[in-house]
């Protein structure tokens, strides 16, 4: 029971597909130490996210995708292709968020499965997506994708551009764009297979206004949605009285969040200011040597991230690729963004005065968590951004997004 329970807990933390591919490894390690005592070579398997039969057949030059005609409708059948559901997943969040308005405006939704990662069946995934992500959704297997006698079929993350690719099928193919995938990588292989997906010829969706300008760089026509914030949970507090607290989006495995950088960062502000209580999110980092007093909350449910938010004067959030979600949260819930400077995310989150960019740089960020903390004003700023937010909501986006494929799909849409 010891194992499994590990197994269990692992799971709740991290999502499905992590623990998947952690159970994956340690066979494999296991099973490459018996054949290595047994004398026997193991060969390894090429690694490419995704499927290597999927690579290998998506001529997107000798034979380029065609744009099929406009249907003549003003309620579609979408599908969605995903991988495996992971519950800690942001990305796949906000597909379920997108997914949801679209059945809200009574469209025919259905996500397929894709198991180029790790394997989850259908069912399993649909349970998954009604406890954690608060949708009720169909979904089917990947093999059933090919029988999808539908209008639109949207490509998620870049492993899941290739089979969409090579499925023959009526849909217009579409491409939920939420981040420049090429740059989670070195360059190499992934990197150059993942830019590679922009050359398919789907029409993009785009989370913000960077990543349109990235895509089209490769010729992908795009348009983009805005961000917004869950005004229920993110919302101003009338007896917002802050703390001597900031907090600190902290995500190790995930690389463009520059993890050490806001370490390093949080080091100098606490020789500063020793007395501010400094709080980690987002992952458990209990097995980092943190160089000064902290506390680890790790992945936190969206009620309790309020409360973080709440308490906190400010929040160090730092994204190297596309912006991240939370400066709109930080912001309706009245607490001041601190973040690194660059298109990526003033393009998205927008020119901003109440907003601290800096250089990315340790000392640059710390000068920006100083400049909130020493301000005399720090809970009227507070109180007052969270005021000016409360027209960040989701809606205006659910409602682009659906206008961009009414127009790119129908011929029966208005502009």
Known sequence: MGKIGAFVRYTR?????????????????????????????????????????????????????????????????????????????????????????????????????????????????????????????????????ENFNGDVMFATGWETAYPVFNMSIPAHKMYFVQDFEPLFYGTGSKSVLAENTYRFGFYGVTAGRWLTQKVAEYGMPADYFDFGADLDIYRPVDTMQKKQQVCFYARPVTERRAFEIGVLALARFHQEHPDYRIVFFGWDVSDYDIPFPYENRGIVNPTELAEIYHASQACLVLSLTNASLLPLELLAAGCVPVMNDGPNNRMVIGENPDIVYTINSPIELAKGLDSVVTDPQINERCRRISQMASSSSWDASYEKFEHIILREVTDTYDE
């Open 13 to 145: 933390h991290n999502g499905i597909c992590s623990a998947l591919r952690k159970t994956v490894n340690y066979a494999k390690r296991v099973i490459h130490r018996t054949s290595a005592a047994q004398g026997i070579t193991q060969k390894r398997r090429i690694d490419v996210m995704t499927s290597v039969t999927d690579v290998i057949h998506a001529d997107f030059v000798g034979h380029p995708y065609q744009v099929p005609s406009k249907v003549h409708k003003r309620t579609l059948k979408i599908g969605w292709v995903l991988s495996p559901i992971s519950i800690g997943s942001g990305g796949q969040h906000t597909i379920a968020r997108f997914a949801k308005s679209l059945q809200e405006r009574g469209h025919d939704v259905t996500f397929f499965i894709y198991e180029s990662i790790a394997q989850q069946p259908a069912d399993y995934a649909h349970e998954l997506l009604k406890e954690h992500f608060d949708i009720d959704v169909q979904c089917r297997p990947m093999v059933e994708a």
